[in-house]
């Protein structure tokens, strides 16, 4: 744990009693403040009483005692209103901020020697924080990862010289922590999301923006700029004196890192030259991963790595569970099947990605539906051998691949791998691949992605033959 000792002595209100929400009342009261806390879910707030926190009702309570209020990101600041904490703070003239903001001020009153790398976009940042971490360890540094990931920032290691930092940032979490001044500052992507609780996708756009701009004093900012969002924020964030790093994967750069195939180039004034090799390395297959693992690679080398370190650790990296995840191959008559857990991917456009990195595919999916089904995926089913469908959107879903792609009702997972793996070892192919790639919520069959990524690699890994890849 990481002792918050900035508001020593102070009174602070703290909102949300989820992991984060209770790390954080332990990490300030272990620095010396006094917290009280409370929840709108009465369960969480008996929870939190039974473990002897100070729960106060904070509709009752005299906000002019409280140095400040700390919310739980996942609750509304702005949009589509404020939640009743932030109107009663801002009345009384109280700061309202969150964790990541927390760990920032204690960052710089004790950890000024400890780099943190901070990333945010649309999509892929779990993946790149993991790979960022990855590489920094596989180095030899002592690195500590959270933040958005699953992991609160809190929790983390104490301060050590030297020791680095990688956290996932979300949108929601940036606006609550104006004190962000990382090392690297990392924006993937741009794309629209969250405009239930940014209102805007210009408004989106510029929160997401705000992390690679505020970069400390020697950093660098590592921008996307595939998207006019990144592009605008690069070249605004450069024009303010900031060091910007740009990346793309859909063209090539004069200053900046690229994709070239499965390379990834680094160019400095219209010179390039190769920094790594992403060929073989099953982990981060696809353009996306590209985008991610340049992005990376970018942080690595401002973390002082050498191209030697980054390649060794790319191709080390085993990925993320439940994101395009190698489970195993199965041997057939002509060669090997491969499975791939993908649970992770609960929309049409996440499920995409998948799509569009293997051919000859053996697809599982369905769960709870999202708006817009798959129609959005014809492109893609040329590449599907079958289709084995799953809960309760598998009959929307069959209407959609009616006459495109054979398909067969399989109802649970439990059916649908064995299926697909008979079906995959008859299909003569060398190289087929079994495929979990839902393009929706699981909330249908299972509490969330992760129980259901758990339960497609149990029955894997109980099918015959079956070579189990490390992760």
């Known amino acids: 744990m990481i002792p918050v000792t900035t508001f020593a002595g102070k009174t602070v209100a703290l909102f949300g009693l989820g992991n984060s929400g209770l790390d954080s009342a332990r990490a300030l009261i272990a620095g010396g403040a006094k917290v009280v806390v409370y929840d709108d879910e009465p369960a969480s707030v008996l929870a939190a009483g039974a473990k002897n926190f100070d729960v106060v009702d904070l509709r009752k309570a005299d906000w002019s005692q409280f140095a400040a209020l700390v919310l739980a990101p996942g ?29 920032c001020r204690e960052r710089a009153a004790h950890g000024a020697g400890c780099p943190l790398v901070a990333i945010t976009g649309t999509n892929g940042k779990s993946t790149t924080t993991a790979l960022t971490a990855h590489l920094l360890r596989a180095a030899g540094r002592d690195v500590q990862m959270g933040g958005n ?30 004190s962000l001044r990382a090392t690297a500052g990392i924006l993937l992507n741009v794309s629209e999301d969250h405009l239930d609780r940014h209102g805007t996708m210009e408004n989106y756009a510029a929160v997401k ?67 790594a090799q992403l060929a073989g390395i099953g982990s981060l297959r696809g353009i996306h991963n590209a985008q991610n693992a340049a992005c990376a690679i970018a942080a690595a080398q401002a ?8 390649q060794q650790g790319l191709m080390s990296f085993p990925g993320l569970a439940h994101r395009m995840e190698q489970i195993g191959r199965q041997k057939t008559a002509n ?7 993908d649970s992770k991917a609960t929309n049409a456009d996440s499920a995409a990605r ?65 299926a697909a793996a008979r079906d995959a070892a008859a299909s003569g192919l060398k190289e087929p691949v079994v495929l979990l790639s839902p ?25 015959p033959g079956i070579a189990l890849l490390a992760h």
Request: with cysteine; net charge neutral.
């Open 149 to 178: 990931i699953g992991v609160p920032m809190l929790s983390l290691a104490p301060f050590a010289p030297g020791r680095p930092y990688v956290a996932e940032v979300s949108s929601y979490q940036i606006d609550l922590a104006p």
């Open 209 to 275: 923006a705000l992390l690679p701009a505020k970069v400390e004093q020697g950093g660098v900012a590592i921008i996307g700029v595939d998207d006019r969002w990144g592009r605008d924020a690069a070249d605004r964030i450069e024009r303010a004196g900031r060091t910007v790093m740009r990346v793309s994967v859909a063209g090539t750069l004069r200053d900046g890192l690229y994709a070239d195939g499965t390379r990834i180039m680094r160019s400095e004034a219209g010179k390039a030259h190769p920094i």
């Open 303 to 310: 973390l002082g790595l050498t191209p030697q370190q980054i």
């Open 335 to 341: 060669g090997a099947t491969l499975f791939v857990n």
């Open 354 to 418: 998948a799509l569009a990195s293997y051919q000859d595919i053996f697809w599982i999916l369905g769960g709870k539906p999202k708006t817009g089904g798959i129609a959005t995926l014809a492109d893609y089913f040329p590449k599907v051998r079958k289709a084995y469908l799953i809960g309760e959107a598998a009959a929307d879903f069959a209407k959609t691949l009616d006459g495109k792609v054979a398909y067969e009702m399989s109802g649970t997972l439990d059916q649908a791998v064995p």
């Open 439 to 463: 393009a929706c919520a699981s909330f249908d069959q299972y509490r969330n992605f992760e129980i259901r990524g758990a339960a497609f690699r149990k029955l894997v890994e109980a099918l």
């Open 75 to 103: 609750v509304p600041l702005t949009h589509p209103k404020p939640h009743w904490t932030v109107t009663m703070a801002g009345a009384a003239g109280v700061e309202v901020i969150g964790d990541i903001e927390l760990f």
